[in-house]
């Protein structure tokens, strides 16, 4: 949201941002000249400051994703297919819903009511089956999903649908979130114990690194941190940290950094803060290229060059005038594009009331297209490079971040503080400082807290999901569990269990339980018997 303005209270003419750095009211050529030439460097060089390609490498298009999902199988197919249509750029960007992504099938009790809500229902292969049919993964080029504690589950669905359509995996990418360390401090997903979390998020990575080099086995997730309350350093701080305990996990393991990191992603959100939001993405390129390069020993370009993919912040959508939120996302995707993020996703403008419209999705569909091929944002690399504020504020950003880099690791690094309930702790005190910044009007949302509309302002269209969708999800999984081989189940499950406890790499197992038409919450119970569950009370949160 927008900076605090202090200039009335206590006499500074300046505003100050949410992590306490001070915005002067004008820079010169003096702040610049404080930033040594060698951290800003050129585009396509280390530290990758001004972007990750060189002038003649950089792509001659800007990759701008949908992400969605609702219903069932057949349903969310169907808006992928509109979107299509629309010229979305990204293939598909699917959204899980809760169920599935806490590992519950949906005919579980506690599954009643959520089925299809806020993603796609997937208890099976066959889930995977018809949301890809009608278009081959080699023609779709591109899947993105959101499968964190469930992600060797999600992957091996969709290897094994691949393989079902005689589609080399070769001839498509997948990019799985698979971030399970942040679902305990900044979105709730988690299953099993953090440690145990880890391992299977390892797996995952390794298994791609290994077998499918082409593939994104991990989008370390800073984006949630923010929408759960974080400022733009913590985000950018513990979403690096949580990365690192990836690669120290998956590198210990024998796996070459060189090989290893080009895959890795980093996904941020973007807010209302343009600048911040700018030099927040630019310091994330500089120190990631830093800790591959000096602590894990990469010695390729590739590996020390973060990928970065952003998205517009939910939290800054508002339920009021929800038409201002076009403005909103509009400005962050500017953001996005001026900070070098690789790909970008956009939400629309009524996600703060519901799933979105058809009529909403294709508005956020418009807003990279019209940026990039319209006002071409994407002509020319870090096209605010140089400028004194923002590459003040760059490494304003990247000193603040090694001063908490350092209190982390001395607590024993993000494992450690995930468990102890540091982040957690860090973020929600932001998000109640902010909560009382917003109450007392330090801070400014337009129509929620200042500038309110009349109240006949007329309601736009909501989306309304088709209430039978959920009773059909059940059915269809009845079904698949009436026709498939039993013991071809059981064998699998008893063979993942086995795997499992013997510390062996879970994804070939689970590709085999897959092919049986083992459901998600039943692969899920193998681990959870071996695991156990996530206590937060017995863990300091």
């Known amino acids: ?98 169920p599935t992504q806490v590992g519950l099938d949906s005919d579980h009790p506690l599954a009643a009511g959520e089925v299809g809500h806020v993603g796609v229902a997937i208890d099976t292969l066959a889930d995977v ?13 591109h899947v993105f999903c959101t499968a964190n504690s469930i992600a060797p589950i999600i992957l091996a669905m969709i290897l094994v649908a691949a393989e079902k359509q005689g589609v080399s995996p070769d001839s498509f990418t997948v990019q799985l979130q698979n971030d399970s360390l942040k679902e305990y401090f900044a979105r709730g997903t988690q299953i099993y114990p953090v440690r145990d979390a880890l391992r299977l998020s390892a797996d995952t990575i390794e298994y791609c690194t290994r077998h499918l080099p082409e593939w994104s086995p991990l989008s370390i997730s800073g984006a949630h941190m923010r929408g759960a309350g974080a400022t733009a350093l913590q985000e950018l701080t513990y979403t690096i940290c949580d990365g690192l305990a990836y690669v120290e996990e998956v590198s210990d393991r024998g796996v070459d950094i060189d090989t290893l990191a080009p895959n890795l992603e980093l996904h941020f959100t973007v807010q209302m803060d343009l600048f911040e939001e700018v030099a927040k993405l630019r310091a994330a390129r500089r120190i990631w290229a830093k800790l591959m390069r000096e602590r894990f020993g990469a010695t390729s370009d590739v590996a020390m060059a973060a990928w970065i993919t952003t998205a517009t912040s939910g939290v800054t959508l508002t339920a009021q005038e929800p038409l201002n939120n076009i403005i909103r996302t509009t400005t962050e995707t500017i953001a996005a594009i001026l900070g070098g993020a690789n790909n970008h996703r956009v ?56 001063q908490e880099f350092a209190v982390i690791e001395e607590r024993g690094g993000a494992v ?101 038409y083992a459901t998600v919450g039943e692969i899920c119970e193998v681990w959870s018997k071996q695991f156990g569950s996530w206590d937060a009370a017995a863990n300091a949160l």
């Not at 089956?129 to 080029?141: A, H, K, N, P």
């Not at 009436?482 to 406890?501: F, G, K, N, P, Y």
């Open 1 to 98: 949201m927008a900076y605090r303005d202090h200039s009335d209270s206590d006499g500074d003419d300046g505003t100050v941002t949410r992590d306490g750095i001070v915005i002067k009211p004008v820079y010169d050529a003096d702040d610049l000249a404080a930033v040594p030439a060698t951290e800003i460097g050129a585009p396509g060089e280390f530290p990758y400051t001004r972007g990750i390609f060189a002038p003649a490498d950089r792509p001659r298009s800007w990759r701008a994703e949908h992400y969605a999902g609702f219903g069932g199988a057949v349903e969310s197919k169907e808006r992928f297919a509109y979107l299509k249509r629309m010229g979305t750029s990204g293939g598909m960007s699917i959204a899980l819903d809760m």
């Open 129 to 141: 089956e018809e949301l890809f049919s009608g278009s081959r993964l080699d023609e779709i080029r």
């Open 347 to 402: 939400a629309s403008y009524d996600e703060a009331l519901s799933i979105p419209t058809k009529d909403s999705a294709r508005i956020a569909t418009r807003i990279p297209q019209i940026l990039t091929l319209e006002a071409e944002l994407t002509s020319t690399a870090d096209p605010l490079g140089g400028s004194f504020f923002v590459e003040s504020l760059t490494s304003e950003l990247e000193s603040r971040f090694w």
């Open 416 to 516: 450690a503080a995930i468990e102890d309930g540091y982040f957690f702790r860090n973020i929600v005190d932001s998000a109640l400082r902010w909560q009382e910044d917003f109450d007392s009007g330090a801070v400014t949302v337009v129509a929620v807290n200042r500038y309110q509309s009349e109240a006949d302002e007329t309601p736009p269209e909501i989306f309304e999901g088709d209430p039978d969708a959920e009773q059909r999800q059940v059915d269809r999984l009845h079904q698949v569990k009436a026709t498939r081989d039993r013991t071809a189940v059981d064998a699998s499950l008893a063979a993942l269990a086995e795997a499992t406890e013997r510390g062996d790499n879970v994804v070939p197992t689970v590709l085999d339980a897959v092919r049986a």
